[in-house]
Nanobody, 120 residues
């Protein structure tokens, strides 16, 4: 079983910055993809940014140039640096990881989410 613990959310004014962190722990052999999703009230959950083990990244068009994803493989941790935040970035942000467990089975895990609120 793999657990994800997110941190770094909060309330910030438009134009401000936040850094989210997500640490994975448990029966992990290797983590392949890591990513951040978000869900605003009344909307579907959407991919914000993803990163592979080798460091290849992809971003939603709405956050390109403002959000930056990175990871520390030694710590099984993924980060999301968010700058120039806008009120429309307000959402619950969820961490997601996919990889291989020590038992040889693939796993996919979600964090519980962290609230990001951007005031205008």
């Amino acid at each position: 079983q793999v657990q994800l613990v997110e941190s770094g959310g909060g309330l910030v004014q438009a134009g401000g910055s936040l850094r989210l962190s997500c640490a994975a722990s448990g029966s992990i052999f290797s983590i392949n993809a890591m990513g951040w999703y978000r869900q605003a009230p009344g909307k579907q959950r959407e991919l914000v940014a993803g990163i592979t083990r080798s460091g290849s990244t992809n971003y939603a068009n709405s956050v390109k140039g403002r959000f930056f994803i990175s990871r520390d493989n030694a710590k099984n941790t993924v980060y999301l640096q968010m700058i120039s935040l806008k009120p429309e970035d307000t959402a619950v942000y969820y961490c997601n990881t996919r990889g291989l467990g020590k038992n040889g089975d693939d796993f996919g895990s979600w964090g519980r989410g962290t609230q990001v609120t951007v005031s205008s």
